[in-house]
């Protein structure tokens, strides 16, 4: 071969064959890109704030001048109306948060996401997983696909309980409580109150805020810093008490603060976490954290060299249930992030990331009921349990410190709770089968919410239920599925055949687009929140 004759690739034509190659070049990516979207993943949009806030649908994101907040709100009722701002702080500051009503409104599209296809028997779903899926009740048009977590799978006996999940499976005779995974569990949380979020001048604001929810005892212990720091500068003990009614943990979202739905029969929420970075300022440290909720005293305590959590009945300290470590990770001099976390019937001590010492404990549901209720499970009956435990007593929280401390990033969550609600006319979309008219009858109690309805699954039957529950049209009272889906795959009320799964959500790869002008249309992302979706 001569220097410099050009090399052409094996099947290369030249001329007018290359229009050819192009084109057949195209039509099989064009295949592939179907075979892919149609077998592997696939794009959905959020329409609705039932997700939120682990996935938010078309909402407006409200930014607080004074504290630098942004609280997504959902679109009310009444569609696409601009809310007043000050009727968003007259509900902000009914919690005590020190939102402002001369903040900043944007109005944000949903979030954007991609979802990988199930492919049985290689990848199904889990537990606690987000899934897309063909609405039951309404399996075609454009409210088909719907998006909640998996709770409930094949051949088990579901029960929803005080907001927890009891699930008995097929040939056992005990309710088991279901805990998320660790990586569920750090996603589920919901803010109720943060130190980062403070006023900057609560002097100019139009309206009275009464400040921080702990209260100091002596007042006089405590030093307020810049950036919601706390100090105690003196040797003795000092206590800091969370102020409930100014403060409310229940199960209230921002979210749904203007919702005429969305913030009814609100419950006390008792399953909490405390976050905070503490700088010790001398060794003979200590701090102590506790919990008063169901009848039990819950406590969590840290001291040089150890950490330790307990629990006990109120009014009984002997029968404390205890575990405690040693620890060399929280010194004098050091700033140290430290986790307490109460939920799903266990708690446990996180310290710089790391779980260090934890406990759980295995009630029923009768006994969780009771407790909850403050009532003895002995001749009492589950009916009695039931109504009692719908008033639940809010949760007392006490902090209290030995020695100089100084805290910071101090912030105050509480868990998912999933509510109890009764069937209403949006049930009943389509009519029941005979024989389950008796189960889809409006006025009774959500489906797996009470033992006289609990969700029974069968074969390839799943629940779901939306993380904002309070807002979430879902397996607790979804009614009668459609003629086409009773007839063609399965007539059973309440659940989602698993002919109906489309996949699992996996990623928020164009997170709530917002415009780059006031009336322009949502095009750029928020970068910032593109993120796997747990």
């Given at each position: 071969?001569?220097?410099?004759?050009?090399?052409?690739?094996?099947?290369?034509?030249?001329?007018?064959?290359?229009?050819?190659?192009?084109?057949?070049?195209?039509?099989?990516?064009?295949?592939?890109?179907?075979?892919?979207?149609?077998?592997?993943?696939?794009?959905?949009?959020?329409?609705?704030?039932?997700?939120?806030?682990?996935?938010?649908?078309?909402?407006?994101?409200?930014?607080?001048?004074?504290?630098?907040?942004?609280?997504?709100?959902?679109?009310?009722?009444?569609?696409?109306?601009?809310?007043?701002?000050?009727?968003?702080?007259?509900?902000?500051?009914?919690?005590?948060?020190?939102?402002?009503?001369?903040?900043?409104?944007?109005?944000?599209?949903?979030?954007?996401?991609?979802?990988?296809?199930y492919i049985w028997p290689f990848f199904q779903p889990d537990r606690f997983d987000v899934a897309v899926f063909k609405n039951p009740t309404l399996?075609?048009?454009?409210?088909?696909?719907?998006?909640?977590?998996?709770?409930?799978?094949?051949?088990?006996?579901?029960?929803?309980?005080?907001?927890?999940?009891?699930?008995?499976?097929?040939?056992?005779?005990?309710?088991?409580?279901?805990?998320?995974?660790?990586?569920?569990?750090?996603?589920?949380?919901?803010?109720?109150?943060?130190?980062?979020?403070?006023?900057?001048?609560?002097?100019?604001?139009?309206?009275?805020?009464?400040?921080?929810?702990?209260?100091?005892?002596?007042?006089?212990?405590?030093?307020?810093?810049?950036?919601?720091?706390?100090?105690?500068?003196?040797?003795?003990?000092?206590?800091?008490?969370?102020?409930?009614?100014?403060?409310?943990?229940?199960?209230?979202?921002?979210?749904?603060?203007?919702?005429?739905?969305?913030?009814?029969?609100?419950?006390?929420?008792?399953?909490?976490?405390?976050?905070?970075?503490?700088?010790?300022?001398?060794?003979?440290?200590?701090?102590?954290?506790?919990?008063?909720?169901?009848?039990?005293?819950?406590?969590?305590?840290?001291?040089?060299?150890?950490?330790?959590?307990?629990?006990?009945?109120?009014?009984?300290?002997?029968?404390?249930?205890?575990?405690?470590?040693?620890?060399?990770?929280?010194?004098?001099?050091?700033?140290?992030?430290?986790?307490?976390?109460?939920?799903?019937?266990?708690?446990?001590?996180?310290?710089?990331?790391?779980?260090?010492?934890?406990?759980?404990?295995?009630?029923?549901?009768?006994?969780?009921?009771?407790?909850?209720?403050?009532?003895?499970?002995?001749?009492?009956?589950?009916?009695?349990?039931?109504?009692?435990?719908?008033?639940?007593?809010?949760?007392?929280?006490?902090?209290?410190?030995?020695?100089?401390?100084?805290?910071?990033?101090?912030?105050?969550?509480?868990?998912?709770?999933?509510?109890?609600?009764?069937?209403?006319?949006?049930?009943?979309?389509?009519?029941?089968?005979?024989?389950?008219?008796?189960?889809?009858?409006?006025?009774?109690?959500?489906?797996?919410?009470?033992?006289?309805?609990?969700?029974?699954?069968?074969?390839?039957?799943?629940?779901?239920?939306?993380?904002?529950?309070?807002?979430?049209?879902?397996?607790?009272?979804?009614?009668?599925?459609?003629?086409?889906?009773?007839?063609?795959?399965?007539?059973?009320?309440?659940?989602?055949?698993?002919?109906?799964?489309?996949?699992?959500?996996?990623?928020?790869?164009?997170?709530?687009?917002?415009?780059?002008?006031?009336?322009?249309?949502?095009?750029?992302?928020?970068?910032?929140?593109?993120?796997?979706?747990?």
């Amino acid at each position: 071969m001569a220097e410099g004759t050009p090399i052409r690739a094996a099947g290369t034509r030249t001329g007018e064959g290359g229009f050819v190659d192009t084109i057949q070049s195209l039509i099989v990516a064009f295949v592939l890109a179907m075979m892919f979207r149609g077998f592997v993943v696939e794009g959905f949009v959020i329409p609705t704030g039932s997700m939120a806030p682990t996935l938010l649908g078309e909402h407006w994101l409200v930014r607080s001048i004074q504290t630098g907040t942004e609280v997504p709100v959902g679109l009310d009722g009444s569609g696409r109306s601009r809310p007043e701002p000050s009727r968003l702080e007259d509900h902000a500051l009914g919690r005590g948060q020190p939102l402002d009503g001369a903040g900043v409104l944007r109005r944000r599209l949903g979030d954007r996401i991609l979802v990988c296809k199930y492919i049985w028997p290689f990848f199904q779903p889990d537990r606690f997983d987000v899934a897309v899926f063909k609405n039951p009740t309404l399996p075609d048009g454009p409210s088909a696909n719907y998006i909640k977590r998996v709770v409930g799978l094949p051949n088990e006996t579901l029960w929803i309980v005080d907001g927890d999940i009891f699930v008995k499976a097929a040939g056992e005779d005990e309710f088991i409580v279901q805990r998320k995974p660790a990586h569920v569990q750090r996603e589920s949380w919901q803010e109720v109150w943060t130190s980062t979020s403070l006023p900057v001048a609560p002097e100019r604001r139009t309206r009275r805020w009464s400040g921080p929810p702990w209260l100091g005892s002596p007042s006089a212990a405590w030093e307020l810093g810049p950036h919601g720091a706390w100090r105690k500068p003196g040797d003795g003990t000092a206590v800091l008490t969370w102020d409930g009614d100014r403060y409310p943990i229940d199960d209230w979202s921002d979210y749904n603060m203007i919702s005429p739905m969305g913030q009814r029969g609100l419950t006390p929420v008792r399953d909490i976490r405390l976050n905070f970075t503490m700088t010790p300022e001398q060794p003979g440290f200590e701090t102590t954290f506790q919990l008063v909720a169901d009848s039990h005293v819950f406590q969590f305590r840290i001291e040089e060299g150890s950490a330790e959590v307990s629990m006990w009945p109120v009014g009984d300290p002997s029968s404390a249930e205890q575990r405690i470590v040693g620890i060399d990770s929280v010194q004098a001099g050091r700033a140290s992030a430290i986790v307490f976390q109460r939920m799903d019937q266990s708690m446990s001590i996180s310290i710089n990331g790391k779980e260090v010492v934890g406990l759980q404990w295995n009630w029923t549901p009768l006994e969780r009921l009771a407790y909850t209720g403050g009532k003895g499970t002995e001749s009492t009956s589950t009916r009695v349990l039931l109504d009692a435990a719908s008033r639940p007593t809010p949760p007392e929280l006490t902090w209290s410190f030995q020695g100089p401390v100084t805290l910071s990033r101090i912030g105050v969550h509480r868990d998912l709770f999933y509510q109890r609600p009764v069937l209403n006319q949006r049930s009943m979309k389509n009519a029941p089968i005979a024989g389950q008219e008796a189960l889809v009858q409006p006025g009774t109690p959500g489906y797996g919410t009470h033992p006289d309805k609990l969700a029974v699954l069968g074969p390839g039957e799943y629940f779901v239920l939306g993380d904002n529950t309070a807002r979430s049209l879902d397996s607790r009272l979804w009614g009668p599925p459609s003629p086409m889906v009773a007839t063609q795959l399965n007539p059973h009320p309440f659940i989602v055949d698993r002919r109906l799964l489309i996949g699992k959500a996996w990623l928020v790869y164009f997170p709530a687009p917002h415009a780059p002008r006031k009336g322009g249309m949502g095009l750029i992302p928020d970068f910032g929140r593109i993120r796997f979706i747990r």
